[in-house]
């Protein structure tokens, strides 16, 4: 089993920047494709980004495209997203989450292909 923790949320003003992390538990953090979700205030979750368990390719929602990077360190078993030039609808709680290990197929942004999920943490952007 997969245990993941994030960190590094917090509040914000238009523009800022934040770093969020993505601790998972296990040796086996390098075999995991990692995704990103949010969820705002009675709002359903929507798909961030992710990143491939081989770490050669990342995807991202349209709406922080260029703003946002996911990047991963396996040495630390942490997965990061670099929130650049934020806004304020980017106020959410932010999830990481992970699918089956060596996951390839296509569904990298459905909620319901991610079988281990994080706590959560809040990133409040103000304007």
């Known amino acids: 089993q997969v245990q993941l923790v994030e960190s590094g949320g917090g509040l914000v003003q238009a523009g800022g920047s934040l770093r969020l992390s993505c601790a998972a538990s296990?040796?086996?953090?390098?075999?995991?494709?990692m995704g990103w979700f949010r969820q705002a205030p009675g709002m359903e979750l929507e798909f961030v980004g992710t990143?491939?368990?081989?770490?050669?390719?990342?995807y991202y929602a349209d709406s922080v495209k260029g703003r946002f990077t996911i990047s991963r360190d396996n040495a630390k078993n942490t997965v990061y997203l670099q929130m650049n030039t934020l806004k304020p609808e980017d106020t959410a709680v932010y999830y990481c989450?992970?699918?089956?290990?060596?996951?390839?197929?296509?569904?990298?942004?459905?909620?319901?292909?991610?079988?281990?999920w994080g706590q959560g943490t809040q990133v409040t952007v103000s304007s």
């Open positions: 989450a992970a699918p089956i290990a060596f996951y390839t197929g296509s569904g990298y942004y459905r909620t319901a292909t991610y079988k281990y």
């Open positions: 296990g040796r086996t953090f390098s075999s995991y494709t």
């Open positions: 990143i491939t368990w081989s770490g050669s390719s990342t």
